[in-house]
Structure formats: structure tokens, C-alpha cells
């Protein structure tokens, strides 16, 4: 299971916005969900290009890092900024019961997907139930 996230990135988020400047990287908004044997995690990243996405796994900590860069040039006069450019990250502390070796991850339309497998030991099995023979009873009518 997802253990936990920074909790501090929406305070982060907000000092940037007001103060400027890049106190830390900037947080992606996500959906976190167990959907079977797998853990569905989906970021938003809206403008990125797909070769700036970078996704790592270290000690069950899931990292993920995106750049996106601001409009500029000879002839560009920006008028409103409202989208953060820079570096965003993300990191998600993974549970032990998570297999980190087979994670996936695909971006399509802005939104980074990452599917996290359950480990086998933690999937929910049936236990067998056995009655020794000296538990019967003859049973006559």
C-alpha cells in the first residue's frame, strides 16, 4: 500500500506562489488507488515532454521528476504566467508489501500512470481447512 506523501508540499506550493522564487521542486497533483493486485497512481503533468519524465525507485521511495520550460526567446513578451515552469517532483514512501521490481509506468494525454504490483505474500489466499478422523462421528437414523 502507499504509506504516505510529503506532507508539506501544498505549503511549499503556496510560499512559491507567494513569495516567488523556488523554495523546493513543485508537487504533481495524484490519484491513488488499489484497483485488484495492483496499485494505481496517476500524476498530472500537463506540458511536460515525455523525455523529461524521470521515475526511480530506491529503498521504497518512488521518486518522480519532471521538468517543464517556460515559453521564451527573441520576440516572446509574456503576459500572463499563471503555469509553474521548472523542476516538479514527487515521492511516494512505499509499503513492503509492494513489488518494486515490476512497476509500470506509462504517460498518455499529461498523466503519468504508474502501476505497482502487490507482492505475492501479501495477496489474500484461501486457507485450507482439514478435520482429523478422530473428529467423526457415526451418524444413524
Known sequence: MLVRT????????????????????????????????????????????PESLEVDVQDKVLTVQA??????????????????????????????????????AAYEAGVLTLRIPVTEQAKPRRIAITAGQGDRQAITA
Open 6 to 49: 510529503d506532507p508539506f508540499s501544498t505549503l511549499d506550493r503556496l510560499t512559491q506562489q507567494l513569495f516567488g522564487g523556488l523554495t523546493r521542486p513543485a508537487a504533481m497533483p495524484l490519484d491513488a488507488y488499489r484497483h485488484g493486485d495492483h496499485y494505481v497512481v496517476h500524476l498530472d503533468l500537463p506540458g511536460v515532454r
Open 67 to 104: 521538468q517543464r520550460t517556460a515559453p521564451a526567446g527573441d520576440g516572446v513578451e509574456v503576459l500572463v504566467s499563471e503555469r509553474p515552469a521548472g523542476t516538479f517532483s514527487r515521492r511516494l514512501f512505499l509499503g513492503d508489501n509492494l513489488d518494486t521490481d515490476h512497476i509500470e
